[in-house]
C-alpha cells in the first residue's frame, strides 16, 4: 500500500505563521487559497502527496465537529469533552492507526496551523502556541494518539466507549507519558482499569486515584514487563492497583 | 541493563548473555551491521532486523539464585518507533522461550516501514515466563520480572539531520532585538538535563547570512567545527556551572542531553575528575573552551 504523505511544517514557519495570524480570523490560509504556505514541505520519497481533497475533507470533518459543539462561540467544559472525543474517532479514521507519517510532530504542527488553525484558537487560544507546535500537546495530534491507544477494536460494541468515558485529567495520565501511550496494551488496561473502579468510587474521586496508579504502573513496568502480559493477568494487576491506591487513601465503594 | 533503576530482585549480568550485534537488510540487499543511521530509508522500503542471542542457563541461573529445572526465561524482543528518547509507538513484541537445551535465539524481525517514523528502537528484555516453585527471597518470583534488558536505537533516512537544524529570518524572528543580527543561535533550555537531547536543542540559521549558510551546506569544514565549537562549548560551560554536574552525568538517561554532554565530557578528557575540568572552566575559560576543538576535530558528525 502507497504510504500517503502529508505536509509538514518546521518549528520556526509555524512561529513566523502564527505571528501573522489574527485571533480572530476565521477558516485557514489553506481553505482560503487551496494551496498550501511555501514553508510547507513533505517527505522527499516513499510515498504519494495526500490529495488536497483530503486534506480540505479532513478539514470540514473537524469543522463541522467543532459547529456541533458551539464554534464559533467559546465551547464550555462538556462541549470541549464532546468536541475532543469526536474529533479523536474522526482523526483515526481518517488517517490511520499505523502510518509513521502521525508519529511526526511537524505533520500535526502544518494540521493544526495551515489546516485548522481556527479551531486550535476556538478550542484553546491563539496565546496557546503549544497546541500549534508539534508535540504531546498538539491540539490534534493528543486527540489522535488518544483515539489510537483507546480505540477497543472494530468489532467490540462500544469502540470508543474509553474515549467519552475518560475524564481529560485521566486521558492526560495516560497520553503525556511515554512509558504507558507507547503501549496499546497498557494504556487500555489502565483507560479500562479506571473504569472500573470510577463505578466503585465515583468519578470525583478518580483524579488523586488516578495518579497514584499511574504512579505505582510507571515503577512496576521498569522492573516488569507489563505489555506482555497476558489481558486477564493485566487487568487483574492494574486493578489490584486501584484497590491498593484507594485503601491507602481511605476511600470506601460509593 | 537500566543502571538508574535499583532493582529489588537479583537480576541476570551481562557477561551471561551473549548478545551478537544487531544486522540489517534494506530492500533485499546485502546483510550488513545496523549502524546508527539507516540510509536510504523510506516508507517503501522493505526491512530486515536479525540478531542471535544466547543465555547462559546455568550461569543465569545461579545469577538469580532460582534452581535450572525451576527456572522458566524468555527473551522478548520489541520494536518501537518514533522520535524521542521513547518510542511513541511499540509496534512488535516477538517471544523467544529460553530453556536450559534451548538457550539461543535467532531473531528475525520484519517491521512494515510505512509504520515507522524518525527512529527504531530495538529493544530485548529477558524476563521470568513463569514463577518458580521455590525461590530464595532476594530471587524474582512474578511473571515478567525483568532479568536483562538492551535497548538499541536507529536512525532513519529522511529529512531529519541528526542535529535538528532550521532555517529562519531572524529580523522577522526577532525583529528589532539585537538577536536579529546574529548569524545562527541555539535555542535551548540549560537545566533540564535529562531531556532527550534532539529535543532539547534547536540550531536556527539566519537566512539573511546567506553566504554563512552556502558555507555550510557545502561542507566547509572549517565552518562546520566552528559551529560544532560554539554549541558544544554553550552546553559544556553551562554543566560545568552545575555544582553536582558529575551526578547529571552518572544518572543521565540514554540520548539525553546530560549524556551527551557526558560523552563529550570523555571524549575532550578523558579520566579527567569532573572537578578539575569546573576549575578549568572557571578559571581559564579560554582554555576550556579552546579544548572542545578536540572533540569538534573527532565527531564525524553533531
Known amino acids: 500500500m502507497i504510504v500517503k504523505l502529508f505536509p509538514r511544517l518546521r518549528r520556526a514557519a509555524v512561529d513566523q505563521l502564527l505571528d501573522k495570524l489574527e485571533p480572530t480570523a476565521r477558516g485557514s490560509a489553506f481553505a482560503l487559497a487551496y494551496s498550501l504556505p511555501d514553508a510547507v514541505y513533505y517527505a522527499p520519497t516513499g510515498g504519494a502527496k495526500v490529495p488536497h481533497s483530503q486534506l480540505t475533507g479532513l478539514r470540514t470533518a473537524i469543522l463541522e465537529i467543532a459547529k456541533k459543539n458551539g464554534y464559533p462561540r467559546s465551547p464550555d467544559r462538556a462541549q470541549a469533552s464532546e468536541f475532543d472525543a469526536e474529533a479523536s474517532i474522526q482523526l483515526v479514521e481518517l488517517t490511520g492507526a499505523n502510518n509513521g507519517e502521525f508519529l511526526r510532530d511537524?505533520?500535526?504542527?502544518?494540521?493544526?496551523?495551515?489546516?485548522?488553525?481556527?479551531?486550535?484558537?476556538?478550542?484553546?487560544?491563539?496565546?496557546?502556541?503549544?497546541?500549534?507546535?508539534?508535540?504531546?500537546?498538539?491540539?490534534?495530534?493528543?486527540?489522535?494518539?488518544?483515539?489510537?491507544?483507546?480505540?477497543?477494536?472494530?468489532?467490540?460494541?462500544?469502540?470508543?466507549?474509553?474515549?467519552?468515558?475518560?475524564?481529560?485529567?485521566?486521558?492526560?495520565?495516560?497520553?503525556?507519558?511515554p512509558s504507558i501511550a507507547?503501549?496499546?496494551?497498557?494504556?487500555?488496561?489502565?483507560?479500562?482499569?479506571?473504569?472500573?473502579?470510577?463505578?466503585?468510587?465515583?468519578?470525583?474521586?478518580?483524579?488523586?486515584?488516578?495518579?497514584?496508579?499511574?504512579?505505582?504502573?510507571?515503577?512496576?513496568?521498569?522492573?516488569?514487563?507489563?505489555?506482555?502480559?497476558?489481558?486477564?493477568?493485566?487487568?487483574?494487576?492494574?486493578?489490584?492497583?486501584?484497590?491498593?491506591?484507594?485503601?491507602?487513601?481511605?476511600?470506601?465503594?460509593? | 541493563m537500566t543502571a538508574s533503576v535499583a532493582?529489588?530482585?537479583?537480576?541476570?549480568?551481562?557477561s551471561n548473555v551473549i548478545a551478537e550485534p544487531w544486522f540489517i537488510r534494506v530492500d533485499g540487499g546485502e546483510l550488513a551491521p545496523a549502524a546508527e543511521f539507516v540510509a536510504g530509508w523510506d516508507y517503501a522500503c522493505k526491512i530486515e532486523?536479525?540478531?542471535n542471542i544466547e543465555v547462559s542457563f546455568e550461569e543465569a541461573a545461579e545469577a538469580l539464585g532460582i534452581s535450572p529445572k525451576n527456572l522458566e526465561l524468555e527473551l522478548l524482543v520489541e520494536v518501537g518507533t518514533g522520535a524521542g528518547?521513547?518510542?511513541?509507538?511499540?509496534?512488535?513484541?516477538?517471544?523467544?522461550?529460553?530453556?536450559?537445551s534451548a538457550s539461543r535465539a535467532e531473531v528475525k524481525l520484519i517491521p512494515d516501514s510505512s509504520s515507522l517514523s524518525s527512529l527504531i528502537f530495538l529493544t530485548t528484555t529477558l524476563v521470568l515466563s513463569a514463577s518458580p516453585a521455590e525461590a530464595p527471597r532476594l530471587s524474582p518470583i512474578q511473571t515478567n520480572s525483568k532479568l536483562w534488558s538492551e535497548r538499541s536505537t536507529m536512525r532513519l533516512d529522511g529529512d531529519e539531520p541528526r542535529f535538528p537544524i532550521e532555517t529562519a529570518r531572524f529580523s522577522s524572528f526577532f525583529q528589532d532585538l539585537p538577536e536579529s543580527n546574529s548569524p545562527w543561535y541555539m535555542s535551548w533550555?540549560?537545566?533540564?538535563?535529562?531531556?532527550?537531547?534532539?529535543?532539547?536543542?534547536?540550531?536556527?540559521?539566519?537566512?539573511?547570512?546567506?553566504?554563512?549558510?552556502?558555507?555550510?551546506?557545502?561542507?566547509?569544514?572549517?565552518?562546520?567545527?566552528?559551529?560544532?565549537?560554539?554549541?558544544?562549548?554553550?552546553?559544556?560551560?553551562?554543566?560545568?556551572?552545575?555544582?553536582?554536574?558529575?551526578?547529571?552525568?552518572?544518572?543521565?538517561?540514554?540520548?539525553?542531553l546530560g549524556a551527551q554532554a557526558g560523552s563529550w565530557v570523555s571524549l575532550a578528557w578523558p579520566n579527567t575528575p569532573i572537578n578539575t575540568l569546573q576549575q578549568k572552566a572557571e578559571t581559564q575559560p579560554g582554555r576550556f573552551r579552546a579544548c572542545i576543538w578536540a572533540i569538534a576535530d573527532r565527531q564525524e558528525e553533531l
Open chain 1, 182 to 254: 507507547s503501549s496499546k496494551e497498557l494504556s487500555l488496561a489502565l483507560a479500562e482499569g479506571w473504569v472500573q473502579a470510577s463505578c466503585k468510587y465515583g468519578v470525583r474521586k478518580m483524579e488523586e486515584l488516578m495518579r497514584k496508579v499511574t504512579l505505582q504502573v510507571r515503577l512496576h513496568n521498569e522492573i516488569r514487563h507489563l505489555a506482555s502480559m497476558s489481558t486477564e493477568d493485566l487487568e487483574g494487576f492494574i486493578n489490584q492497583l486501584f484497590e491498593d491506591a484507594a485503601y491507602r487513601s481511605g476511600l470506601a465503594p460509593a
Open chain 2, 49 to 51: 532486523l536479525t540478531r
Open chain 1, 106 to 177: 511537524d505533520v500535526w504542527a502544518c494540521i493544526a496551523t495551515v489546516l485548522l488553525p481556527d479551531i486550535v484558537t476556538w478550542r484553546f487560544s491563539l496565546g496557546a502556541r503549544e497546541r500549534y507546535h508539534g508535540g504531546i500537546r498538539n491540539a490534534f495530534q493528543r486527540l489522535w494518539l488518544r483515539g489510537v491507544v483507546l480505540d477497543r477494536g472494530e468489532g467490540h460494541q462500544e469502540r470508543w466507549g474509553l474515549l467519552q468515558s475518560l475524564t481529560e485529567d485521566a486521558l492526560v495520565q495516560i497520553t503525556e507519558r
Open chain 2, 7 to 14: 532493582f529489588p530482585f537479583l537480576t541476570v549480568p551481562d
Open chain 2, 189 to 256: 533550555n540549560p537545566g533540564d538535563w535529562n531531556r532527550d537531547f534532539h529535543g532539547a536543542v534547536r540550531l536556527y540559521l539566519n537566512t539573511e547570512f546567506p553566504q554563512f549558510i552556502e558555507r555550510l551546506q557545502a561542507g566547509d569544514d572549517f565552518a562546520l567545527r566552528y559551529l560544532s565549537v560554539e554549541i558544544i562549548g554553550q552546553i559544556l560551560e553551562k554543566l560545568m556551572d552545575e555544582e553536582d554536574a558529575q551526578d547529571i552525568i552518572d544518572n543521565a538517561p540514554a540520548g539525553s
Open chain 2, 85 to 100: 528518547r521513547y518510542p511513541r509507538q511499540m509496534l512488535t513484541c516477538a517471544r523467544y522461550p529460553i530453556t536450559a
